[in-house]
């Protein structure tokens, strides 16, 4: 016969737990508190110790996927530069033809070129089938290749037309890492993730991408804790980076790439990167505030950081490889940009606001007179801001 369950012999039970709650209420935050401080500078002091003992990479397999243009392309440079051995992927093979060229000038002792689209899982399997039959092994497996949307999710006519940042950006890096994880067990590799800090910082027009690639934060995270120790994966989340993506080509929401520089001048300027040739007082003092308040936490960088917003492309493939060979989990280049970071966790809706500011316009006015591009050309600061390769409205021809 079952017992009937007597509720005041569970009250002591329940007044315990309470008590016990309460302790931990009261114990559990200083003392995660004080073993996280503990923690940050064990790490740091190790992060100083690995930088002496860095991987060479010279006679390695690299594999890098989007090295047709943009950061594929100056990470195929630095890993030539390094001496390593290359497997280019991407779809344009003339381009991909000219980064082979260089990085064998560069310095690279074998490099292949492989034509693909990697939200095609075939082409994915004949990516790594290739490099394994041409090297017979595999080192690093560089999962970069990615495109971007900009959009309003109401104004899209077709929703279905922005898939493919779907499948590019997200699943492109899984059939690739899937394929390629067993040779990278057999060889002790690493994968690095181009992500983005997109992936945290909720930019409007950008909800899909945005989407994608905290998808891949969380599945190289979860991979990081399936794939240990044998392979080690670096995840980095860029800011703006030049490119072909920050010189203006997305997908349009009419499901076709273009190349859109005024959008990208909406877009483009960051809540950082507000000048200071600004006439609106109000403004002024808002970038001010936050610009030194947010540099209170900068404490010294992994990069070079210009004076240039927009980061350069061989800058960043630099931070990128020096950060995989000495190990580190994550990188977010420019260093800096890492303080949206805390915005996101300590102050979500500061962060919220100022990008609805910036971004957002209200009913009746145009997208493209939001108030981020509305500054951009009253200062002329786009000349200051942007690198001269993107400018140009011109794609270097296929
Ligand atoms: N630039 C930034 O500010 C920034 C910031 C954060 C993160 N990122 C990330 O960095 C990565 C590289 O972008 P990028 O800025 O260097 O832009 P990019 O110059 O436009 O390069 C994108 C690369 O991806 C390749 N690609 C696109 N679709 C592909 C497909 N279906 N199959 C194979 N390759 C494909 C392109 O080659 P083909 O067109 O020849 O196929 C190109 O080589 C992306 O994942 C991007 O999200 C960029």
Request: hydrophobic letters at 45%.
């Amino acid at each position: 016969m079952q017992k009937k369950i007597n509720h005041l012999q569970l009250l002591p039970l329940s007044k315990a737990m309470d008590l016990f709650h309460k302790f931990m209420n009261t114990v559990a935050p200083p003392t995660s508190l004080f073993l996280l401080l503990l923690f940050l500078l064990f790490k740091f002091l190790l992060s100083i110790l690995r930088s002496f003992f860095c991987e060479n990479v010279a006679g390695k397999v690299v594999l890098i996927t989007g090295a047709s243009s943009g950061i594929g392309e100056h990470l195929a440079y630095e890993y030539a530069k390094r001496g390593a051995c290359l497997v280019l992927v991407a779809r344009r093979e003339k381009r991909l033809r000219e980064v082979a060229n260089r990085a064998r000038a560069f310095g690279s002792p074998d490099v292949v070129v492989v034509c693909a689209d990697v939200s095609k899982v075939d082409d994915c399997k004949r990516t790594i089938d290739e490099a394994m039959n041409h090297f017979g092994r595999l080192d690093y497996l560089v999962n970069n290749a990615g495109i971007i949307s900009v959009c309003m999710l109401e104004d899209s006519p077709e929703i279905t037309n922005f898939k493919p940042v779907m499948d590019i950006n997200f699943w492109g890096s899984v059939y690739t890492t899937y394929f390629a994880a067993p040779h990278l067990r057999k060889s002790k590799g690493k994968i690095v993730v181009i992500a983005s800090s997109a992936g945290w910082v909720p930019v409007p027009r950008m909800s899909i991408y945005n989407a994608s690639k905290a998808a891949l934060i969380s599945f190289y995270e979860t991979l990081r804790n399936e794939f240990w120790p044998d392979i080690r994966i670096t995840i980095v989340t860029p800011g703006f980076v030049e490119s072909e993506m920050t010189q203006g080509k997305y997908l349009t929401k009419e499901g076709v790439m273009g190349i859109d520089q005024e959008l990208r001048d909406v877009k483009l300027l960051s809540p950082l990167n507000i000048p200071m040739q600004l006439s609106n007082l109000r403004f002024l003092f808002l970038f001010l505030f936050l610009f030194f308040w947010l540099n209170s936490f900068h404490v010294g960088g992994q990069v070079q950081v210009s004076a240039v917003p927009v980061v350069s492309a061989d800058g960043t493939a630099k931070a990128v490889v020096d950060s995989a060979c000495r190990g580190d989990r994550y990188l977010t280049v420019p260093w800096w940009f890492g303080v949206t970071f805390l915005w996101k966790m300590f102050s979500p809706e500061v962060l919220d606001w100022f990008l609805r500011l910036l971004y957002v316009t209200g009913p009746g006015i145009s997208e493209r007179d939001a108030i981020s591009k509305k500054i951009l050309e009253l200062t002329g600061a786009k000349k200051f801001l942007y690198p001269a390769s993107i400018q140009s409205p011109e794609l270097k021809a296929d």
